[in-house]
């Protein structure tokens, strides 16, 4: 079993920064491709940014220029620092991970709960 936990979202004022967290557990053997996405309400859920497992990286989503994603890869987590907040990017951020659980050969992909961002003055 896989569990992914996302944290690190809040309230925040327009300008500011959070760094959200995505947390891997569980009988890991290899975590590929991470992404995270968000969705606001009466919204079409958009992609934010990916962190693939050979180093690469896409950030090139509606925060672009805004957005840093990284992995640690001891730690099982990937980081999603977003900076200059605007109002618009208030949503339900997920992360989505492609895993191999210990003892398989095949991907399969898992999805965190959610976490809440609120940008407002």
């Known amino acids: 079993q896989v569990q992914l936990v996302e944290s690190g979202g809040g309230l925040v004022q327009p300008g500011g920064s959070l760094k959200l967290s995505c947390a891997a557990s569980?009988?890991?053997?290899?975590?590929?491709?991470v992404t995270w996405y968000r969705q606001a309400p009466g919204n079409q859920r958009e992609l934010v940014a990916a962190?693939?497992?050979?180093?690469?990286?896409n950030d090139a989503g509606p925060l672009k220029g805004r957005i840093a994603i990284s992995r640690d890869t001891a730690k099982n987590t990937v980081y999603l620092q977003m900076n200059s907040l605007k109002p618009e990017d208030t949503a339900v951020y997920y992360c989505?991970?492609?895993?191999?659980?210990?003892?398989?050969?095949?991907?399969?992909?898992?999805w965190g709960q959610g976490t809440q961002v609120t940008v407002s003055s």
């Open positions: 989505n991970a492609n895993v191999i659980q210990v003892g398989s050969r095949n991907f399969i992909d898992y």
């Open positions: 569980g009988d890991i053997s290899t975590i590929g491709t």
């Open positions: 962190s693939y497992s050979g180093g690469g990286t």
